[in-house]
């Protein structure tokens, strides 16, 4: 004769001696934390990826250190969301405040480098706006052009000369054309100068938020 069959519901604790002896409990944390592993290193590979693209945009005169700070307070966000509270999170509010520093930093030298280089030149505010106005609105339409990189590069170039040019030529002083592109190449190199001072700091953030990611 066989004996009682064992009820294997969640208040009887036949169930959990069913499972011990099948192995399910001892394995379920190695596989939890497998699993849990592979979730944190595919987030900070596509972070680290995502983060040199935005360095890359910088370059090109787009806000990406704006870009790639809001990737990773969404990710902090998250964390808070679903992880326990006694876990370690993706990075730590302390270093996303830090890089928040360094992004203005960043902005202020862009500004001083530009205002330095259009000055110079003899460009005026009006120059300066249509620089970055033009920059955003060539990478933008240079983004078409079907050489990656390059068509976005060259169209950043030529739309902050347009822009700046545009810009000068509406000033009451002016007045030709010719009298605007000394100021409003003044104006681009200015801009230009900016944008390459904000890549170190692009560069910092990204490798500061890459290590948090990754040091556990």
């Known amino acids: 004769m066989s004996g009682p069959k064992t009820e294997l519901s969640p208040g009887n604790p036949g169930l959990l001696i069913k499972l011990k002896q099948y192995g399910v409990c001892r394995n379920f944390h190695k596989v939890n934390k497998f699993f849990m592993d592979w979730i944190f290193y595919t987030v900070g590979i596509a972070f680290s990826l995502l983060g040199l693209g935005c360095v ?3 370059a090109l005169g ?3 250190i704006w ?3 809001g990737l990773g307070f969404v990710l902090e966000f998250a964390d808070q969301w679903y992880l326990p509270a006694d876990q370690s999170q993706t990075f730590s509010w302390k270093i996303l405040i830090a890089c928040v520093v360094l992004a203005l930093l960043a902005e202020v030298l862009e500004f001083f480098a530009g205002a330095l280089g259009a000055k110079k030149a003899g460009s005026s505010k009006r120059g300066m706006i249509g620089a970055v106005i033009g920059g955003l ?3 933008v339409l240079g983004t078409g052009i079907p050489i990656p990189v390059f068509g976005t590069l060259v169209g950043a170039v030529l739309g902050t000369f347009s822009g700046a040019l545009l810009g000068e030529m509406t000033r009451p002083d002016i007045k030709s054309a010719q009298q605007s592109l000394k100021p409003a190449l003044g104006a681009t190199v200015g801009k230009i100068l900016g944008t390459l001072a904000k890549i170190p700091i692009a ?3 990204w490798i500061t938020l ?3 990611v990754f040091w556990k």
């Open 56 to 58: 890359l945009l910088v």
């Open 62 to 64: 787009l806000p990406g």
């Open 67 to 69: 870009i790639m700070l």
């Open 137 to 139: 609105v060539g990478a």
């Open 203 to 205: 560069l910092t953030i």
């Open 210 to 212: 890459c290590v948090a």
